[in-house]
């Protein structure tokens, strides 16, 4: 709105202080006025606004009719970094590699573990992993939007203590995390603390020995920690993020330095390769990437972080199938609640479900006659339409509105229909009609991985995102060099 | 598990430069970023008589009610300022905020997430 000509201020909470003015420099507008709100604390109760509000009105009054200064009206412009390498010179090997990391962390350039020195030679042996051309750009990291290219891939990987023969893998999670349509801001710069899922499939998944099976998301598979960390340390360093600068997540993420990076147990599967039901060959190799709340499990059901257990190791297939059913339509208000603006409530925008597996599991499900993802999905997509019938008057208007919305496009995209489904409603929402509680079959996912003989049903949700459509994306395996698949 | 695939180790990177030093490049990680065009912010408004200010939230929990009390004491201090309030996302995008600058003569903006 500066940019528009329209003068005016940008208010913020404590402890956003570097949040803001790294927001004004990212836009270009540095010496934007912005007025800090002492006391101002989401969720506080209403009565405590009124007081602050009067507070600093003066100020708000201040930043509106004094003219700028002259250091305001011609702000210095940012200094391009050119990014050069650094030369670490110690006593001993022991004192350089010291140096080196603390060197890299004070420049926010790790992520608090130790990190391996990429030099020349490493990356360089790194990149023997692809075919791909080292300046080949994959995509923009928000919030920064800092370059992400093969190389610099490759430098995050070596830091990571990566293998070549990984790089393909971390390269194809980057395409996903980077793509047109992904709102990576969300994950990478929420209070909310979101996470992110990298599941990789297909037959690279068996060639590097990634873990898909007892221990998945633990410890000791270098592929698995690894992968993970070489696109955590990517997201930090081409999105230029901190925590506490640009990176508000409250908690910090669970699974923060791995992210929830692991296999699909093709072995032991059923069903074909996760991929397929994204429109890949079963014979390909791909990974997909997937915003994942993280919350923990204490914000009800709807928020339920990280991953939480929907049925434990022995439950009746039939049994899980009605949980999964009760638990979604328990969230109907996700998409029927009344759309106010003025009370946002993030209780109040649809889901995807991610549910993991255990092969034991999956072929229960199977032995109740669906032979794929695909038919578990829409089989659960069906059972959680409601009737038009059964229906609140409020909640009727809520659909309404929400189909207004989305035609008319404003709101957040967590709060819209994709152009494609507001078909889907507007026929639905008539008597006779039913109206499902998600936006698509494709917001729910299944993968099957975990200990071959039993282990756990466990669950990610994840509202819509907010910036952009989309916080789930799979993509191919391509270039790899020394393994036989994701060629 | 079974090893699959034989790699050979990598290079070594360190340069014994004298004695008793240790001297090694590193590459820079990090993303480079292409600025946009640095811009001023827009010269203000002199005074607010008789001026529309905009107010503009995303709506989470309690906005609404400290956006309220600076409505009120807009139009309390300034009887001839006109209030419009405004609420989207946290970005307005670019139709919304064409709108606003349409409209309005100075704005307050608080969003949050």
Not at chain 1, 282 to 290: A, F, I, L, R
Not at chain 1, 380 to 392: A, F, G, H, M
Not at chain 1, 411 to 432: C, H, M, T, W
Request: with cysteine; aromatic share 8%; proline share 8%.
């Amino acid at each position: 709105m500066e940019n528009l000509d329209l003068p005016g201020v940008f208010l913020f909470s404590p402890g956003f202080e570097h949040d803001a003015k790294e927001a004004a420099k990212d836009y270009g507008m540095p010496t934007l006025r912005t007025l800090m709100i002492p006391g101002f604390v989401w969720g506080q109760p209403d009565e405590e606004k009124t007081p602050l509000a009067k507070a600093s009105f003066a100020k708000m009054i201040d930043a509106l009719t004094r003219p700028l200064a002259i250091e305001e009206t011609k702000p210095e412009p940012i200094e391009k970094d050119p990014f050069l390498p650094v030369e670490i010179t110690a006593e001993s090997y022991e004192a350089a590699l010291e140096k080196f990391n603390q060197l890299f962390l004070d420049n926010h350039w790790g992520d608090g573990l130790p990190l391996l020195p990429p030099t020349p030679e490493r990356v360089k042996w790194m990149l023997t992993g692809t075919c791909r051309a080292p300046n080949e750009v994959i995509g923009k990291v928000a919030p920064k939007n800092g370059i992400a290219t093969i190389e610099k891939i490759a430098i995050n990987a070596v830091m990571a203590g990566a293998k070549p023969e990984y790089l393909p893998v971390i390269i194809a999670a980057m395409e996903g995390l980077t793509d047109k349509d992904y709102d990576l801001l969300h994950p990478q710069a929420s209070m909310g603390s979101f996470n992110i899922l990298v599941a990789v499939t297909g037959p690279v998944a068996k060639e590097l020995n990634i873990n898909s099976g007892v221990g998945y998301l633990g410890h000791g598979w270098r592929t698995n920690n690894t992968i993970g960390r070489a696109v955590r340390l990517c997201l930090i360093n081409s999105g230029h993020t901190w925590p506490g600068i640009n990176d508000m997540a409250n908690t910090g993420r669970q699974q923060s330095h791995t992210l929830y990076t692991f296999a699909e147990n093709q072995d032991f599967s059923p069903w074909p390769p996760y991929h397929v039901t994204q429109g890949f060959k079963p014979e390909d190799s791909c990974v997909t990437v997937s915003t994942m709340g993280s919350y923990g499990g204490t914000w009800g059901q709807a928020f339920s972080g990280g991953l939480r257990i929907v049925a434990f190791m022995g439950t009746p297939a039939e049994k899980v199938l009605s949980t999964v059913i009760e638990n979604i339509l328990s969230m109907r208000e996700a998409m029927f609640a009344q759309y106010r603006p003025e009370v946002f409530d993030v209780k109040h925008i649809p889901l995807k479900h991610i549910f993991l597996v255990p092969p034991e599991m999956a072929r229960n499900f199977q032995r109740l006659g669906f032979a794929s993802q695909e038919s578990l999905r829409d089989y659960i997509y069906e059972k959680t339409c409601v009737p038009y019938e059964q229906l609140s008057p409020e909640e009727i208007q809520g659909i309404q509105e929400k189909i207004k919305i989305s035609i008319a496009g404003e709101g957040s995209y967590a709060n819209r229909l994709p152009p494609d489904r507001i078909p889907v409603f507007q026929e639905a929402l008539k008597p006779g009609g039913k109206v499902s509680v998600l936006i698509t079959p494709e917001d729910i996912h299944f993968m099957v991985v975990g200990y071959p003989v039993g282990g756990s049903v466990v669950e990610s949700t994840y509202h819509r995102a907010p910036y952009k459509w989309v916080g789930h994306k799979t993509k191919l395996i391509s270039g790899a060099t020394l393994t036989m698949a994701g060629r | 598990m079974e090893k699959r695939i034989a790699v050979v180790p990598p290079p070594s990177a360190m340069e014994s430069t004298a004695a008793g030093s240790v001297t090694f490049k590193v590459l820079n990680p990090r993303g480079e970023i292409e600025h946009p065009p640095i811009l001023a912010p827009a010269p203000r408004v002199a005074e607010l008589a008789g001026k529309t200010v905009g107010l503009y939230c995303n709506g989470k929990r309690g906005t609404s009610v400290f956006f309220d009390t600076v409505e009120e004491l807009l139009k309390e201090k300034f009887p001839t300022v006109t209030v419009l309030r405004y609420t989207g996302a946290f970005d307005p995008g670019d139709k919304l905020a064409a709108q606003i600058a349409k409209e309005c003569d100075t704005f307050i903006d608080g969003v949050g997430d």
